[in-house]
């Protein structure tokens, strides 16, 4: 049987891991960065949809908190130890979905790239602080 404990998650981190990986992601759809170039290829504004600004952070904060579970129950506590869970997740859930959307949705290669790599670093650094400061 499988007993979760979240009383042993570091909450502190949860919340420094979730405000940073936002922010990456901020950062990284910046204009100058890969914002111009999604725009191009997404046909759509740099302007979020505000109806979901909301979800989209609490989207964010569930992802940090369950890679923090998965951090805690693989006894990863170190940085490194973090980020390989964080990089299995990104392999395992992350580039798969982005896959169905190359091959379903037919979305460029370099949107497939974009996104990915969106998440590949976000989760790395996320995985990271989570794996250290436990």
Known sequence: MVHLFYSEINLYAVFVAWIIHM???LLWFQPKLFGNKWSELTGQQLKPASNWIVPGFLGHLVMIFVLAVLIDHTNS???CGGMLIALLAWIG???PMEI?????EKIPFRLFLIRTGNQLIGMAVSGFILGAWQ
């Open 100 to 104: 169905g959307e190359l091959v379903w």
């Open 77 to 79: 506590n170190s940085g």
């Open 23 to 25: 922010g990456l992601g």
């Open 93 to 95: 859930f992350i580039v």
